[in-house]
């Protein structure tokens, strides 16, 4: 289901925002503190259209994907991250 709505919202920025590329990367597994969870690189002829469709693929992603994160502390606890 995750990747058929990524690709939606994929097809919806290009055709938004007319972009000449995109790369979007939401990891998989464990991640560290500080570490890289979401990667978005997006081109276009014009500047602001590329900050544009950068907001936009990442308020969608959190808003429409089913991505969960759970956070574990040092002490062995954890917590469910919510999507804001």
């Not at 055709?15 to 500080?34: E, I, K, N, P, Q």
């Not at 991505?67 to 804001?84: C, L, S, T």
Request: net charge positive.
């Amino acid at each position: 289901m995750a990747n058929a709505e990524m690709q939606k919202i994929r097809e919806e920025a290009f055709a938004r925002f007319g972009l000449t590329c995109m790369h979007v990367y939401h990891s998989l597994g464990a991640v560290s503190a500080g570490g890289i969870c979401l990667f978005v690189f997006v081109s276009s002829p014009h500047r602001q259209a590329a900050f544009d469709a950068c907001r936009y693929i990442v308020e969608n992603i959190k808003e429409r994907l089913p991505v969960f994160g759970k956070e574990i502390f040092a002490d062995g606890g954890h917590q469910w991250k919510e999507n804001r």
